[in-house]
T-cell receptor
Framework: DQQVKQNSPSLSVQEGRISILNCDYTNSMFDYFLWYKKYPAEGPTFLISISSIKDKNEDGRFTVFLNKSAKHLSLHIVPSQPGDSAVYFCAASRGYNFNKFYFGSGTKLNVKP | GAGVSQSPSNKVTEKGKDVELRCDPISGHTALYWYRQRLGQGLEFLIYFQGNSAPDKSGLPSDRFSAERTGESVSTLTIQRTQQEDSAVYLC????????????FGNGTRLTVT
């Protein structure tokens, strides 16, 4: 039973344009959400997070939006750069304590020069 | 500062053999997690340790899998009588104490069972 879903396995975007990666979750108790980026042969690296008390968090070119009623979050990258090409995972957890983080299956982003 | 270190980076083993994977978390991180990523799939939770509390083993796929952690330091994941379906990248992550903190991952151990 996958509680965090990324329905797009891949996304291709032109350099300079916006990349939008989507993530849906089923557990309404989740209140902390994260995005990770993963290059081949490396572990995932933390990108940006958002707690359920917010609906938007921005860090440079990266913005995460949270729609709690739709149980949906998205990551926007503007402008996209070729170095952003990687697999992006969204993750969610419940509670402000140490808990399991549930990960989506990832979306492979390809930014074309 | 050193990140999460995993060894070996690659392991090829014959079906039926036991393997042991090691993880050195970031110093001071009290939480330690093991995840598995099979080819083309997402990260699958296996087990997590938090300080001296009983570990959450709910993600271990079978009793062939076990993990230990010494205090707040090194952890080992042991897979007994390996099967081909155990082939995956095994990722370790650690996290500091405190309010919700992101996980810091190692580069993983790629396990291939032949």
């Amino acid at each position: 039973d996958q509680q965090v879903k990324q329905n797009s396995p891949s996304l291709s975007v032109q350099e300079g344009r916006i990349s939008i990666l989507n993530c849906d979750y089923t557990n309404s108790m989740f209140d902390y959400f994260l995005w990770y980026k993963k290059y081949p042969a490396e572990g995932p690296t933390f990108l940006i997070s958002i707690s359920s008390i917010k609906d938007k968090n921005e860090d440079g070119r990266f913005t995460v939006f949270l729609n709690k009623s739709a149980k949906h979050l998205s990551l926007h990258i503007v402008p996209s750069q070729p170095g952003d090409s990687a697999v992006y995972f969204c993750a969610a957890s419940r509670g402000y304590n140490f808990n399991k983080f549930y990960f989506g299956s990832g979306t492979k982003l390809n930014v074309k020069p | 500062g050193a990140g999460v270190s995993q060894s070996p980076s690659n392991k090829v083993t014959e079906k039926g053999k036991d393997v042991e994977l090691r993880c050195d978390p970031i110093s001071g991180h009290t939480a330690l997690y093991w995840y598995r990523q099979r080819l083309g799939q997402g990260l699958e939770f296996l087990i997590y340790f938090q300080g001296n509390s009983a570990p959450d083993k709910s993600g271990l796929p079978s009793d062939r899998f076990s993990a230990e952690r010494t205090g707040e330091s090194v952890s080992t994941l042991t897979i007994q009588r390996t099967q081909q379906e155990d082939s995956a990248v095994y990722l370790c992550a650690s996290s500091p104490r405190g309010l919700s903190s992101p996980l810091h991952f190692g580069n993983g151990t790629r396990l291939t069972v032949t």
